[in-house]
């Protein structure tokens, strides 16, 4: 099924953009980089020689992006002008920036080098920032600005030369749904955030304080250390034990904090469960609520956990090299609205329409993504519809979400359609198994089947229900 699936996308090769103004490769290659670990002093070697590789990097991705153009896949100027403010990050004295204080840190681990190799080490990487490295990222901002006046603002990818056919393959590709049809997923996804509506609406109807609550609410844990270490305990009840694994959180340098999302977890190496990192957006934890639940999706019982009790559980290394975001993203978005239940200072109704109200968004986010992709709803028509749907009446906030699923199509499909197909099986399990149905059982087999396609699950899922019955 997987190479089935990516074999379709063979044609559409000139289709994906590398360049977004959030997270695209230009934000996304600095960070990487600077978590590229030193075991050895080779190790090192390896890693000034990728960094001097940089610049030729983005000369071949220039070249591609003008092989777009010849196709008829533009960059919006509007696109170009956010990557660029997000490359101005690290034009500024990159080399004593977030890439030479994590190169120190870095060679911290390798207590066998002598005072000479350390200094040569240091000297050789401060150069290749100063230089090659700040070199690279003028080319590419000098590159892109050539590349303005072909298309002021984004479109969706329906616009594009075969561009439905392509969303179609996006959509299959990204989420590896059991739905056989995009309209059958898209009317799945409406009447359920219609069904979820009408739930927040009967919950407060009987008590009009929910209302003032929502927006007044505080969590009893507001730092993320603590978040992670009370999340796995309240976890026990429901999930299987967690694997034996350290992480660490870090705080994303703050040039790069309007670049990126709210927070991130780095996957480790396939030979390692020793580096998981959590990155916060210190910018965006400072004006949102919602550190605890953005714990739970991150780290336990969500990606964190998730990967590491997949890899003790995985016998096969072919499966860690196939890519089920839809799974992974899923799992982690249905943990996240089970944690507004676990903080000790919300109330259960509260919980429940705190986690309603977020999935309603975001399923409200991936009917726009299909509506806009696929269907060619356009700016002014998605100002109506948010209007219209939700009151929404700020040019701005649609505006802004238009360009969003314009430069990445089918990322909040992942999300919502993987929470949309866990939380079916959980329902329909619910309802076959009456009294005897035991979520630490569900979760349990969720876990240990692993990241694959929703109609593989699903059919594995049938018989796994089938056996307790």
């Known amino acids: 099924t997987y190479m089935e699936?990516?074999?379709?996308?063979?044609?559409?090769?000139l289709y994906d953009h590398p360049f977004s103004a959030i997270s695209g490769v230009q934000v996304e290659l600095p960070i990487v980089l600077a978590e590229y670990r030193f075991r050895t002093p080779e190790d090192v070697e390896h890693y000034l020689a990728l960094l001097s590789c940089v610049g030729e990097y983005y000369g071949q991705l220039l070249e591609y992006v003008r092989a777009?153009?010849?196709?008829?896949?533009?960059?919006?100027?509007?696109?170009?002008?956010?990557?660029?403010?997000?490359?101005?990050t690290y034009l500024d004295a990159p080399e004593d920036g977030m890439m030479a204080e994590t190169f120190l840190?870095?060679?911290?681990?390798?207590?066998e080098l002598t005072e000479e190799q350390r200094e040569d080490f240091i000297s050789r990487n401060k150069e290749l920032l100063a230089h090659d490295f700040k070199d690279a990222y003028v080319s590419l901002t000098d590159g892109l600005q050539e590349l303005r006046g072909k298309l002021e603002a984004p479109v969706g990818v329906s616009a594009l030369p075969d561009g439905r056919a392509y969303y179609e393959y996006l959509l299959k590709?990204?989420?590896?749904?059991?739905?056989?049809?995009?309209?059958?997923?898209?009317?799945a996804i409406a009447e359920r955030m219609q069904a979820e509506l009408e739930l927040a609406h009967e919950r407060m109807t009987e008590n009009p304080e929910l209302i003032r609550s929502i927006y007044s609410f505080d969590f009893a844990i507001q730092d993320p250390s603590e978040a992670l270490l009370d999340l796995q305990e309240k976890l026990t009840a429901d999930f299987p034990k967690a694997p034996d694994c350290t992480y660490e959180v870090r705080m994303l340098p703050e040039a790069l904090e309007p670049f990126t999302s709210p927070a991130f977890y780095l996957t480790p190496p396939i030979d390692t469960q020793d580096e998981n990192f959590i990155y916060?957006?210190?910018?965006?934890?400072?004006?949102?609520?919602?550190?605890?639940?953005?714990?739970?999706?991150?780290?336990?019982?969500?990606?964190?956990y998730q990967c590491n009790y997949f890899n003790a559980v995985n016998e096969s290394r072919l499966r860690a090299l196939m890519s089920f975001s839809c799974y992974v993203e899923g799992w982690a978005t249905y943990v996240q609205y089970l944690a507004y239940g676990w903080d000790d200072q919300i109330t259960p109704e509260l919980a429940e329409v705190l986690a309603v109200d977020e999935s309603v968004y975001l399923a409200l986010y991936a009917l726009?993504?299909?509506?806009?992709?696929?269907?060619?709803?356009?700016?002014?028509?998605?100002?109506?519809?948010?209007n219209r749907l939700f009151g929404i009446s700020n040019p701005e906030a649609a505006r802004s979400l238009y360009q969003i699923v314009c430069e990445d199509p089918a990322n909040y499909m992942k999300y919502y359609?993987?929470?949309?197909?866990?939380?079916?099986m959980r329902q329909a399990a619910e309802r076959a198994l009456g009294a005897d149905f035991q979520l630490k059982e569900f979760h349990t087999f969720l876990l240990d089947f692993g990241p694959a396609p929703f109609a593989l699950i699903r059919e594995h899922f049938l018989q796994w229900l089938q056996s307790l019955i």
């Open 417 to 424: 359609v993987g929470y949309l197909e866990i939380t079916e």
């Open 368 to 386: 726009v993504d299909y509506q806009v992709n696929y269907e060619g709803m356009t700016l002014p028509e998605l100002e109506q519809f948010l």
């Open 5 to 13: 699936t990516e074999s379709v996308g063979e044609k559409f090769l």
């Open 68 to 88: 777009q153009e010849d196709a008829g896949i533009y960059l919006s100027d509007q696109t170009i002008d956010g990557v660029v403010d997000s490359c101005q």
């Open 105 to 111: 840190s870095r060679l911290d681990s390798l207590p």
């Open 280 to 304: 916060i957006n210190q910018a965006s934890a400072s004006v949102s609520n919602d550190l605890y639940t953005v714990m739970a999706h991150e780290g336990y019982p969500g990606h964190l």
């Open 173 to 187: 590709s990204s989420t590896f749904t059991s739905y056989r049809d995009p309209e059958s997923l898209r009317d």
